[in-house]
Each structure stands twice: as C-alpha cells, then as structure tokens.
C-alpha cells in the first residue's frame, strides 16, 4: 500500500477539508433567506471556492496522468491508479453539486436545492464506502503480509531444522563407517590366528606321530632309558637354573 507520506495523500487530505468546509458554507447558505445582501456574498464565496477546488483537483488528475504513463517508477499499481481517479470524480461531482446548486439559486418549494442535497448525501456515501473499501483492503493487505511472513519464518525454520537432521545423519553414517572398517580388521585378525592355530594343531599332531613311532621302535628297554635320560637332564637344567 502507498505510504501516507505520498504527495497525492497529502494534497488529497488539503482538497477534502477544502470540500468540508465548501459543503458546511453551502448548507449555511441554505438556511440563510434569499435576496439578501449576506447570502449574494456567500453565494459568491461558494462559487469562488468551487473554481479553487475544481483547479486543484484538475492539477491532481494530472499527476495522475503522469504517474499512470509509469506506474512501477512511482510505486504503485493499476488498482491504486484507478482509486485516485474515483476519488478524485468524486471530488469533482461533490463540488459540481455545490456549484450547480448554487447557481441555480432557491425556488419557492426548494426543489432543487433539496435535489442537491439529496445528491451531496449519495455522493458523501460513495466516498465513504471507498474510504471503507480502502482500509478493508489495506487490512487484508497486512494480513497477508503477516501471514506470508510467518510463511517465511515457519520454512526457514524447517530449513535449518533439515540442515541439522542431514549433519546428524553424516556424522551417524561416519560413525557406522568407521566401526565397519573396525569389524574388518578384527575379522581379518581372527582369521589369521585361526590359520596359525590351525598350522600348530598340525605340527603338533607330526611331532606326536614322529614321537609315538619313534617310542614303537625302541621298546620297554629303550623307553627307560630315555626316561631316565630325560630324568638326568632335568636334574642338571635344576641345578645350573636355580643352584648356580
């Protein structure tokens, strides 16, 4: 929505108290009676300020025309153009009122001033429901503003919240990575000890075939003897061990 600091707020606020004050003459001039001295002066008055009015507005309608060949440079809209244009037909047709109304003068049965006032009146309500208009749209223009910046606010949270999930998960697959590598080596170590238990088993099972075939071979006598070779050998590996 146009800032209310924009030039055609500001000189559109001017015209409209000028209107105010134009009607609250006018309906002086009605109560006033005719062919006197006083209302020839104000009828004058009113004409007068009418002439003021419809200039200032002719010069607002201008800017419009010149705001209209480049919307997008001054800030707004098709739909903010054409309001500024009602406005200101309203404002023209109220003081065209006044005016015809004046100059047409009072008849005996106040015909035409009653039209007059009658066309004030619809002219006054068209007016306000456009001012009403106005504010319901810029009330669903910040409603919308607000709702759409919340929009906003709830994705980037959900943004980061998703930023935070995937680092999560990284650092939860580079933990499962590392302990896979782990089970690998372990495995790999197993692996390789029950490969030399299974060479000892082997070399152990030799040297029992070679012993027990070596033991068949020699006999009673000679397992004896070997027993008691060991027997002395040990004595000796005692004493040099442990007496020496």
């Known amino acids: 929505m146009p800032s ?7 000189v559109k606020e001017e015209i ?3 209107i105010d004050k134009l009607q609250s003459s006018f309906h002086q001039w009605e109560r006033i009676s005719s062919d006197t001295g ?32 480049d919307p997008t440079w001054y800030g707004i809209d098709e739909v903010e153009l054409e309001k500024r244009r009602r406005w200101t037909s309203t404002a023209r047709a109220q003081v065209g009122a006044v005016k015809n109304a ?6 005996s049965t106040g015909t035409s001033v009653n039209g007059m006032r009658r066309e004030l009146m619809r002219l006054a309500n068209s007016q306000e429901t456009d001012r009403s208009n106005q504010y319901a749209a810029q009330h669903n223009d910040d409603f919308i503003t607000s709702e759409s910046d919340r929009q906003l606010l709830l994705i980037k949270q959900q943004d980061e919240e998703l930023d935070e999930l995937s680092a999560s998960v990284e650092r939860i697959g ?11 080596a372990q495995e790999k170590i197993v692996d390789e000890l029950g490969m030399e238990m299974d ?14 075939t070596v033991m068949k071979k020699a006999g009673v006598k000679g397992q004896c003897m070997m027993i008691v070779f060991l027997l002395v050998l040990f004595i ?9």
């Open 38 to 69: 006083e209302q020839l002066h104000l009828t004058k008055e009113l004409i007068a300020t009418c002439g003021s009015i419809d200039w200032q507005v002719d010069e607002l309608d201008k800017a419009i025309s010149v705001a209209a060949r």
């Open 199 to 212: 060479s000892t088993s082997n070399r152990l099972d030799f040297v029992q075939k070679k012993v027990a």
């Open 16 to 18: 409209q108290e000028s």
């Open 174 to 184: 580079g933990v499962g990575l590392t302990i896979h590598e782990e089970l690998l």
């Open 102 to 107: 004046v100059e047409a003068g009072k008849d």
């Open 236 to 244: 000796i590996l005692f004493v040099l061990v442990f007496l020496t």
């Open 4 to 10: 209310a600091q924009d030039p055609f707020y500001v």
